[in-house]
Nanobody, 125 residues
Framework: QVQLVESGGGSVQPGGSLRLSCAASGYTYSSGCMGWFRQTPGKDREGVALIRRRTGSTYYADSVKGRFTISIENANVTLYLEMSTLKPEDTGMYYC??????????????????WGQGTQVTVSS
C-alpha cells in the first residue's frame, strides 16, 4: 500500500531555512498532484505548496510565495519543500499529501487520498 513519510522538520530561528522531504513507497502513479499542508493547534489544515506531476506546475499559498519551493524527484517519488526566510507564523505540523487521480491540483484537504504522519517545524527565537 501507499505510504508517505516526512522528514526534515525541526526548530529554527526566524530567518532560517529548512528542507522537508517526503518519501513515497508503494506509489506507482505518475500523474496527479502532490503537496505540502500545515496545521497548528486550533486551526484548519491549510495548503502550503502543490505540484502537478505531469506538467511540473507549482502552486503556492500567498503567505509563502518567494520563500518556499516545492519540487519532486520522480524516479524515487520523493517530494521536497525548501523553506527559507522562515517566520514564527510558519510554525506548525507539516504534512505531505497525494491525490494521484486528480487532473488538476486542489487546495482542498478532502481531495487528497494519501497523507503522511507529519513533521514538526518550529520557528522561534
Amino acid at each position: 500500500q501507499v505510504q508517505l513519510v516526512e522528514s526534515g522538520g525541526g526548530s529554527v530561528q526566524p530567518g532560517g531555512s529548512l528542507r522537508l522531504s517526503c518519501a513515497a513507497s508503494g506509489y506507482t502513479y505518475s500523474s496527479g498532484c502532490m503537496g505540502w499542508f500545515r496545521q497548528t493547534p486550533g486551526k484548519d489544515r491549510e495548503g502550503v505548496a502543490l505540484i502537478r506531476r505531469r506538467t511540473g506546475s507549482t502552486y503556492y499559498a500567498d503567505s509563502v510565495k518567494g520563500r518556499f519551493t516545492i519540487s519532486i524527484e520522480n524516479a524515487n517519488v520523493t517530494l521536497y519543500l525548501e523553506m527559507s526566510t522562515l517566520k514564527p507564523e510558519d510554525t506548525g505540523m507539516y504534512y505531505c499529501a497525494a491525490a494521484p487521480l486528480r487532473a488538476l491540483c486542489s487546495w482542498g484537504v478532502y481531495d487528497y487520498n494519501y497523507w503522511g504522519q507529519g513533521t514538526q517545524v518550529t520557528v522561534s527565537s
